[in-house]
C-alpha cells in the first residue's frame, strides 16, 4: 500500500488553513482586546474571568446543542443537500417534549418518545418537499423552519413551558466526575457515533457517493431519495435530541431562545471551516467539531472582554464568507486539476 | 441457455423529436455487435433504454429468453445489463475502490463494510487489467485514460451477461486500447452479449463481429463485420434523400476581404486551427460529437482560454478577455443549447433581443442617460420580428411560448440588431430540434445575412446540412483541423471519412 504522509494528507485538507486562520484570529482579538493597552496580553482573559472555570464551563454546555445538530447538518451536506431548518426543528421537538410534560401525568419517557415521533414527522416532512415535490432543499427547509418556529409561538402564545421533571432535569445538571457536563459527555459520543458511521458503514459511504456525484451513484444503483430520506429523518432525530439536552440544561422550553443559543448558520459555517465540501461529497465531523468549539470559544471571549456584541454578529459572518471562498477555490483547483489531466 | 438480448420495436419520442422508430435486433452471446450511425442516429438513447435510465419507451427487451422491464439502473444492474457511459460517471473525490464497488461495498455485518476486501478485490481487478493504479487514491486524481478504466472496472466487476461499451477508447491510449480489447475478447469467449458503440472504423473491424447500422433513430441494416467494407457501411450511415431545399436556396456569391483569420490557434480542447474566412462567406465546421467545434466557437468568443496562435480579426490581431469583449468586437454566438445559454426563457422577446445593446439604448440612444429608452427597445424588437417574419401576435410574448425555430430567429435577431455590429456570426447547431420546413426558413435567413457582407460560421453535426449550406467546409477530428473542401467537392462520404480519420 503506497500511502501518503500523514503529514502530506493533513497539508492537503483544506480544513487546515482554515482553521488556522480561526485559531490566529482568535488569538489576535485575545492580545488585542485585552492586552494592547495595558501592554500585558491576556492578562484581561484571567482578571474578566475567561480562564475561570465557570466561564469555561458555560462554553462546554453551550456547545452540546450545537454538536448534536452539526452531526446531522455535516452528514446532509455531504450529502450534497442543506437543511435550514435545525433549530426550527429543536424548538418545536423541545416545546412537545414540555408540552406533554406539562399537560399530562406520563412519565417523561414517554413524552420523549413523543417527541422522537414529531421529529420524525419533521424529517418526513422536509424530505416529502425535497424528493416529491423537488424543491431546492435550501427554499424548502427555510420555509419549513418559518413554520417550525411559528407553530412553537403558536402553541403557547410565546410563553415560554417550564419543565418541572426532576429526573429528567438532572441529566442537564449531572457532572461526571464533578468537572464534566453529561450533557457534553453524550453530545460526544453523538460525534463519534457519527464519525464512526461516515467513514465505515456502508450507509456513510453511500452518502459520500451521492453528494459526490448523484448522477453515478444513481446509475450504479444506489437508491438518491431513500438515503435523503434517512438523512433528514436522522438529521431531525438529533435535533430534537440536542434540543431536549438543551432543555435539561436551562430546566425550560423556549419557543426563541434555541435559535440564538445554536443558530442554524453557525453550525454550517463551523461544519464548511471544518472541512465539509458546500457542494457535497468531502468532510467529516472531527473538523468541524473543532471548528465549531473555535467558533464558540471566539465567542465567549468577546463576551467577556466586553466587546460590543455587534461585532461579534460580523466576525461569525466574515468566517463564513472565508469558508466558502475557501471552498469555491479548493473546488475550483480540483476542477483545474482534472482539466490539465484530460490533455 | 445461451445469452442473448433481443430488441423488439424499440420507439422514444422526445417533446418534437422521435428519437428512435421500431427499433429490433438480436445480439447473441459469444459475439461482439456494433452499434453504428451518425450523431443523432439514436445509439446513446438506445444504450439508456438498456440501461434503465430511460424508462418510458414502446416495444420491449428480451433478455436471454424472458421479456424485462426496467424501472432503474438498479434493476437493469441485477438482471445483469452493465453500461459503460462514454460521459464518465465517477465520484471524484472518493477513491478507486470505492467508485469501482459503489452500490455493492462488501458487507461484513452491521452495515459496516468490509475495507480489507474491498482492497484486495480491487487489486486483483487492477492486476486483471494489467495496470499501475493505488486502489486507494482519489479518482479525481488520476489521468483520464485510468479514470475511463475505473468506469470500466465498474461494469465489468459486476460480471453482467450484457456489456454496452459507449465509446469507450475516445480517452484512452493505445496500452489501454490494447488491454481493454483484451478483455473484450474474454468476456466474448464466456459467451457474454458484447455491444460495442464507436465511431471508430477501424476498431470496428478489429474487435467487432455483427454490426447494426441506426439512422435518424431508424434500423438500416444488420450485417456481419466480416462480409462488409468500410465504404459500404458509410453509405449505410448517410445514406438518406437530400431534397429541394438546398438547390432552391438564394446564395451570396460575393465574397470580401479576409474578416476573420486564425493561426495556429490552440486551447485546452483544440490544437493548431487555421484557417481564413472572407465577408459574405458561410464556412462550415463539420466533424463528430466531441471534435471540438463547439470549442473552436468558444474560443473565438472569449469564452475559453487561448493557449498559442492567433486571432486575427479585421486585420487586427485580437485577444478577448470574456465574450463581451468578444460582442463589442463585433463577434456574435448563436450557442448549441438555445434554451440554457441563448435565451433567458421567461423572458419577453423584446428583452431577449435587446440583451446585448441595452447600454447602447439608455437615454436618446446615443448610450447617454440612466432610463432604458422603452420606446428604442421596441423598435429594436418589432424590426427583429419583422425581418425574420417571427410568428408571435407581440414582442411581448415569453420566448418560452415560441416554438424552436422562432426562439432561434429571436437570437438571430438579438446579434443582428441595428445596434449591434456584428461581422462574425457564429452557429452552433442553429437547427437542432427545428422541423423541416423551419430548418430551410434558416438556412434562407443564413444566406441572407451572409449577402449583407457577415462572416458566418455554421457549425452543424447534420451533413447534409453543413455540407450544403456552406460555402466552405472545415472537417474537424479529435481537436485537429483532418481536412477542408468545397461545397461544390463535399460528399457525405468524403467528409464522414475526413471526421472518422484517425
Known sequence: MQNESFMKRLMRNKAVPLLGILIVLTILTMVISSGVTKGEPFSALFSKGFMSTGNLLSIFYSLVIQCAMLCGIACILIGGNIDLSVAGQATLSTMVFAWVCANTELPWGIAFVITLVAAVIMGLCNTFLVTKLRFPAFIATIGMASIYRGLCSVMTGGNNITINRQSFLAIGQLKIGGVIPLTFIIAIVLMIIFQFVLSKTRFGRSIFMIGGNPNAARLAGLNLNRTYLKLFVINSILAAIGGLLWSAQNKVASPTSIINAAPDMKVISAAILGGVAFTGGSGNIGGPFVALLLLNVFDNMLKVLEVQSYWNVFAQGLLLAVALVFDYISTERRKKALLAAQE | ?502
Open chain 2, 1 to 502: 441457455m445461451a445469452m442473448s438480448l433481443e430488441l423488439r420495436g424499440i420507439g422514444k419520442s422526445f417533446p418534437g423529436v422521435r428519437a428512435l422508430d421500431g427499433i429490433s435486433f438480436k445480439a447473441e452471446g459469444g459475439r461482439v455487435l456494433a452499434l453504428l450511425g451518425e450523431n443523432g442516429a439514436g445509439k446513446s438513447t438506445l444504450l439508456k433504454i438498456m440501461s434503465g435510465d430511460q424508462t418510458s419507451y414502446e416495444g420491449e427487451i428480451v433478455l436471454n429468453g424472458n421479456t424485462v422491464k426496467f424501472s432503474d439502473p438498479l434493476a437493469a444492474i441485477k438482471a445483469g445489463i452493465s453500461i459503460i457511459y462514454q460521459e464518465r460517471q465517477l465520484m471524484p473525490s472518493l477513491s478507486v475502490m470505492e467508485n469501482v464497488f459503489a452500490g455493492e461495498l462488501p458487507k461484513s455485518g452491521l452495515g459496516l463494510y468490509d475495507k480489507k476486501k474491498l482492497y484486495n478485490d480491487t487489486k486483483a481487478l487492477i492486476e486483471e487489467f494489467g495496470l499501475n493504479i493505488d486502489p486507494n487514491e482519489q479518482v479525481g486524481r488520476l489521468n483520464v485514460a485510468h479514470q475511463q478504466m475505473v468506469e470500466i472496472m465498474k461494469a465489468y466487476r459486476r460480471n453482467s451477461d450484457v456489456i454496452a461499451f459507449d465509446e469507450p477508447t475516445a480517452p484512452l491510449t493505445d496500452t489501454e486500447i490494447k488491454i481493454l480489447f483484451e478483455l473484450i475478447r474474454k468476456q466474448k469467449e464466456a459467451g457474454k452479449v458484447i455491444i460495442y458503440v464507436s465511431h471508430r472504423m477501424s476498431e470496428i473491424f478489429q474487435i467487432t463481429d455483427d454490426i447494426v447500422v441506426l439512422k435518424d433513430g431508424k434500423f438500416v441494416k444488420s450485417l456481419k463485420t466480416a462480409e462488409t467494407s468500410e465504404p459500404e457501411l458509410i453509405k449505410l450511415m448517410v445514406g438518406r434523400d437530400i431534397g429541394d431545399t438546398y438547390s432552391n436556396l438564394s446564395r451570396n456569391e460575393n465574397y470580401g476581404d479576409v474578416v476573420l483569420e486564425l493561426k495556429n490557434l490552440t486551447t485546452p480542447y483544440v490544437h493548431d486551427i487555421s484557417f481564413k474566412l472572407r465577408k459574405g462567406e458561410i464556412l462550415g465546421l463539420a466533424g463528430l460529437v466531441g471534435a471540438g467545434r463547439t470549442e473552436v466557437a468558444r474560443a473565438l468568443f472569449g469564452a475559453d482560454p487561448v493557449k498559442s496562435g492567433e486571432i486575427i480579426l479585421d486585420g487586427e490581431s485580437v485577444k478577448f478577455k470574456n465574450p463581451r469583449d468578444a460582442i463589442n468586437h463585433g463577434v456574435a454566438l448563436c450557442p448549441e443549447d438555445r434554451k440554457e445559454q441563448g435565451l433567458v426563457m421567461f423572458r419577453t422577446i423584446r428583452d431577449n433581443v435587446v440583451m446585448p445593446v441595452v447600454d447602447k439604448i439608455c437615454g436618446k440612444g446615443e448610450g447617454k442617460g440612466v432610463m432604458v429608452n422603452k420606446k428604442l427597445m421596441s423598435n429594436l424588437a418589432d424590426n427583429a420580428v419583422e425581418k425574420y417574419s417571427i410568428k408571435t401576435p407581440t414582442i411581448e410574448k415569453l420566448t418560452a411560448e415560441l416554438s424552436g425555430g422562432n426562439q432561434q430567429k429571436v437570437i438571430l435577431g438579438r446579434w443582428t440588431s441595428e445596434k449591434m455590429v456584428t461581422k462574425l456570426l457564429i452557429l452552433d447547431e442553429p437547427t437542432k430540434g427545428i422541423d423541416v420546413g423551419t430548418k430551410a426558413e434558416i438556412y434562407q435567413t443564413v444566406c441572407n445575412l451572409a449577402k449583407q457582407g457577415i462572416a458566418v460560421i455554421f457549425i452543424s453535426s447534420e451533413l447534409t446540412e453543413v455540407i450544403n449550406v456552406s460555402d466552405n467546409i472545415i472537417v474537424m477530428h479529435n481537436g485537429h483541423i483532418t481536412g477542408s473542401v468545397t461545397r461544390q467537392e463535399a460528399t457525405e462520404e468524403n467528409v464522414l471519412a475526413l471526421a472518422m480519420k484517425e
